[in-house]
């Protein structure tokens, strides 16, 4: 028993970059200049709530700038969400891969 915990100690602690297995996906969409007026990019959008296991409702965070890229901070408390966007303004957000991608818009005449 001791061994199978100690490797499986070893193994969470041997990350893929240290194995050089990590590589990122190539990006599907290219980066564009938004230069639309359909989005505001001086600020965020929410969608509609989802309900959390308490009972909460949350909204989900969308954050478009003019250089096309997205973020998506993640869920909040209605009443939080202008202190939440203050925190992710103030926090190390870039080298989270997750919640950041690329926005297009289409269609628009």
Same mark, same amino acid.
């Given at each position: 028993?001791?061994? +199978?915990?100690?490797? +499986? &100690?070893?193994?969470?602690? *041997?990350?893929? =970059?240290?194995? @050089?297995?990590? /590589?990122? %996906?190539?990006?599907?969409? %290219? ?12 600020? !965020?959008?929410?969608?509609?709530? @989802?309900?959390?296991?308490? &009972? /909460?409702?949350?909204? =989900?965070?969308?954050?478009?700038? =003019?250089?096309? *890229?997205?973020?998506?901070? &993640? #869920? +909040?408390? !209605?009443? %939080?969400?202008?202190?939440? +966007? #203050? #925190? *992710?303004? @103030?926090? @190390?957000?870039?080298?989270? /891969?997750?919640?950041?991608?690329? !926005?297009?818009? %289409? &269609? *628009?005449?």
């Amino acid at each position: 028993m001791k061994y +199978i915990l100690l490797f +499986i &100690g070893l193994t969470l602690c *041997i990350s893929c =970059e240290k194995m @050089n297995t990590c /590589k990122d %996906k190539e990006l599907t969409l %290219k980066r564009t200049e938004y230069l639309g007026q359909e989005l505001r990019t001086d600020g !965020f959008y929410y969608g509609n709530p @989802n309900t959390d296991a308490q &009972g /909460k409702s949350l909204y =989900e965070l969308f954050v478009f700038y =003019e250089n096309g *890229i997205l973020m998506l901070p &993640g #869920t +909040i408390e !209605f009443s %939080k969400v202008e202190e939440y +966007i #203050t #925190t *992710i303004a @103030n926090s @190390n957000q870039q080298n989270t /891969k997750f919640v950041w991608g690329l !926005f297009e818009v %289409k &269609g *628009i005449s």
